[in-house]
């Protein structure tokens, strides 16, 4: 330890007081990192896996210029049990609240000054949910963790000076570090009623944040003493300087945390950088965040960003003693269509034999409203299901039968299109196919005017007026809305192809997988136009085995400026990493077919890639054997999500299910993208519900944001970001500031102004699209601006 004269002792102490309180600048960021950068007032995040700087996430509503003082001076940061990130805003002496997944500022949370608070520095959520904030008052104040109220002063005296980082123990009781008296003090939970000083060494100089760690051991830096010191978790001795003194160049360590990773984050002021420690040893591993990255300057605190995923908060299990499953979903304003088949009979319905198809209509609150059991004496399926909202009575539902429900039967099986009113009343089906075996594919798509519908599959034999290419092949079919054929087409390789996955909008896709001579799978995709004519086709392939399960559209269907495609390979793609056996994965093609990114993902045991859902984030789920990190597998195969930005940032993950298998086949968002309601089947039971034998078909919906904000304040950070001419950017910060103002009319519900600056700002894009703003931009751009007026006429 390197020995400090105590004048120097207290000369460090000072200085490194007013730098972390006040706005003088030194010249000396689930599971990402952000890292608080006061000097530039801004909240970095960086990659969790890699320490690449990834955005500035979260800034102040002043942006100092080079060499000024920081405005806000951000010190300490938090998630809240909202999933929102809160920062402490030191020179204002005030609480700022974020949106925790796009950095979006919501409000000030805490006023400056409520309940004396001055210059605040840390703070910490209580088990009680209630807000704890230290104050340069020498206090620790509580705040309501709702409203922001100030509630009492929890904590001060018994040498409390200068109050930093603090955390409630295993003991739930609060432990919060005096700065100046080079200790930790230990206060009731509760009451806030001092216990004891709990630590307190002589290695230890000017402690500044404090967390317990995987051995339930108290952790603590020092400021002054360039080190992290580690006490006994229950009886508060000195174990070790558990990180030696200017370890590895240390200076001044502000901020520490155990990451997802279970490695040790070192956090330096001074130096502007994040190291990385073994948790076991104190071994130093690596400068996470190299000095300076993404312009950190200043860095006074950390944390990572956790796992903010939806819950189920509705859940229906349905069946009868034998084998019952969900394949499709559809989801309008006002109800919920779901599609599948059973062996048995379901409830107020009849059996016709072997399979039947089946239709069901729900609110959105999950009341079943109406059924259909149809069939034969074959087997009968249901794997696409959509409605023309634009036409009433127009649902539309496609499968495959091996009897006749149509005018005959063609073959081994068929394709079947069928169509309902509103009230699950079947007006008319058609059946079609070859004189071989043919199986429906995923999904049914129309026509964005709703005149054609479009179907998939594979065949082993030729549909009229077209070839067989070799074993399997693949096929869409157009067909009008009265049933009667438009146009089709038979397409595929030489080996066999399983799948097909038909996805609509202004243009239609197809995804499949083939088996190669040599026995591999790959995945294809296919762009066709409305008319039945190839546009270009990409094989989606590793050395390993791909299956392709899911298609989505970005930001949407309408507008859509990037092809999501998602399944589960056994190999890796380029830059990614194989996490054992098979993993799921994500890619991002634009409309012309070139691949822009991939994200691959897994457990060390098999994972299966089923649906892609889009939206202006993309989601992938499945099912998986294994355990996700910061999750227990239930039992058998679980159902799993991952939500990525537009871009392939990671936002959440959450993994689900029973103790028996669970598989999810489909998901679909509510209008609103409030919920997103999946369907699929399990062999368990689900919480609350009761196994009705067999597979029982599931409808569980999760809850997400209906908040419009989300959407705009990325929006506005996109375009002014982007680079026009001078005359051109002063109109377009005009139109900024009335998207800046409609966020102010959001707040008071003030819808009508909203839109009107939306619909505004819609019209100075398009007057620049293909000109200064490139039109994939372009189109970017408005797409997002009218889905939030969508959202804000109610979806």
Not at 222 to 249: E, M, P
Not at 347 to 355: D, N, Q, R
Not at 734 to 739: I, R, S, Y
């Amino acid at each position: 330890m390197i020995k400090v004269a105590p004048q120097i002792q207290n000369s460090l102490k000072n200085i490194f007081l007013v730098a972390i309180i006040s706005g003088f600048t030194l010249s000396v960021h689930a599971g990402d990192l952000l890292v608080s950068s006061f000097n530039s007032d801004q909240v970095l995040r960086y990659d969790q896996q890699t320490g690449n700087f990834i955005k500035v996430f979260a800034h102040g509503p002043v942006t100092p210029e080079p060499g000024d003082l920081c405005f806000n001076c951000f010190g300490g940061l938090t998630y809240g049990p909202d999933g929102n990130l809160y920062v402490v805003s030191q020179s204002t002496h005030n609480v700022m609240r974020f949106d925790g997944t796009t950095g979006a500022f919501i409000d000030t949370f805490i006023p400056a000054g409520s309940g004396g608070l001055l210059l605040p520095s840390f703070l910490i959520f209580g088990p009680d949910g209630k807000l704890y904030v230290s104050s340069f008052t020498d206090q620790v104040l509580r705040y309501d963790g709702q409203t922001g109220d100030f509630l009492d002063v929890f904590a001060e005296g018994n040498g409390l000076d200068a109050p930093f980082g603090m955390a409630f123990g295993p003991d739930d009781n609060v432990y919060v570090v005096s700065g100046r008296s080079d200790q930790v003090l230990r206060y009731h939970g509760t009451t806030g009623t001092f216990i004891d000083v709990f630590a307190a060494h002589t290695s230890l100089l000017f402690p500044a944040d404090l967390t317990f760690g995987p051995d339930d051991n108290l952790y603590v830096p020092g400021a002054g003493s360039s080190n992290v010191v580690r006490f006994d978790g229950q009886s508060g001795d000195f174990i070790d300087s558990f990180v030696a003194s200017v370890s590895n160049g240390l200076s001044s360590v502000t901020s520490l945390e155990f990451g997802p990773d279970n490695k040790l984050y070192v956090l330096d002021f001074f130096a502007n950088q994040v190291l990385r420690y073994d948790s076991h040893t104190g071994a130093f591993i690596d400068d996470f965040i190299p000095a300076g990255s993404g312009g950190l300057n200043g860095a006074v605190a950390l944390t990572f960003v956790p796992n903010i995923a939806p819950v189920p908060t509705l859940s229906r299990q349905i069946g009868t003693p034998f084998d019952d499953t969900s394949n499709t979903i559809f989801v309008t304003a006002d109800a919920v269509w779901i599609g599948g088949q059973t062996a048995g009979t379901l409830a107020g319905e009849t059996s016709s034999g072997g399979l039947d198809g089946f239709v069901q209509k729900y609110t959105l609150g999950g009341t079943l409203l109406c059924t259909d059991q149809f069939g034969t004496s074959g087997d009968e399926t249901v794997t696409g299901i959509k409605v023309d909202e634009t036409t009433p009575d127009s649902v539309y539902v496609t499968g495959d039968t091996t009897g006749v429900l149509g005018t005959s039967s063609l073959g081994d099986s068929d394709i079947y299109v069928r169509k309902y009113d509103s009230d699950c009343n079947s007006q008319w089906t058609t059946q079609f196919g070859t004189d071989g075996t043919d199986t429906a594919g995923t999904n049914i798509g129309l026509t964005p005017d709703g005149s054609g519908i479009f179907t998939s599959g594979i065949t082993d034999s030729a549909l009229p007026g077209e070839v067989n290419i070799g074993g399997t092949d693949l096929f869409v079919q157009k067909l009008n809305t009265d049933g009667s054929l438009d146009c089709n087409t038979q397409f595929g390789t030489l080996g066999i192809e399983s799948g097909g996955l038909v996805l609509n909008s202004p243009l239609l896709m197809v995804a499949a997988t083939t088996v190669t001579g040599a026995g591999d799978t790959d995945g294809l995709l296919y762009r066709y136009d409305l008319d039945c004519n190839a546009v270009w086709n990409t094989q989606v392939a590793t050395a390993g085995d791909e299956t392709v399960g899911g298609l989505g559209l970005g930001p949407d269907d309408a507008n859509p400026v990037a092809l999501f495609v998602g399944g589960d390979t056994s190999g890796a793609f380029t830059d990614q990493t194989n996490a054992g056996a098979t993993d799921f994965f994500v890619q991002r093609y634009d409309l012309s077919g070139s691949l822009e990114w991939t994200r691959q993902f897994g457990t060390v045991a098999i994972e299966q890639g089923r649906i892609v859902l889009n939206s202006p984030t993309v989601t992938i789920g499945g099912q998986t054997e294994g355990a996700f990190q910061g999750f227990e597998n239930a039992g058998g195969t679980d159902i799993a999500l991952r939500r990525y930005d537009f871009d392939g940032n990671e936002l959440w993950t959450t993994q689900f299910g029973t103790a028996a298998d669970d598989r999810i086949l489909a998901m679909a968002h509510s209008p609103d993208f409030s919920r997103t309601y999946l369907v699929g089947d399990t062999q368990g039971a689900l919480p609350g519900k009761t196994s009705a034998g067999g597979k029982d078909i599931i409808l569980i919906a999760l809850e997400l944001t209906s908040d419009p904000v989300v959407l705009l304040m990325p929006l506005i950070d996109q375009v002014s970001d982007y680079n026009l001419h001078h005359g051109i950017q002063q109109s377009f910060d005009a139109k900024l500031d009335a998207a800046l103002k409609s966020l102010n009319d959001l707040k008071q519900n003030n819808d009508t102004a909203t839109k009107k600056a939306l619909e505004a700002f819609i019209n100075s894009v398009l007057a620049q699209r293909g000109k200064e703003i490139s039109v994939a931009d372009a189109d970017m751009f408005i797409a997002t601006a009218q889905e939030i007026i969508i959202l804000l006429n109610g979806g």
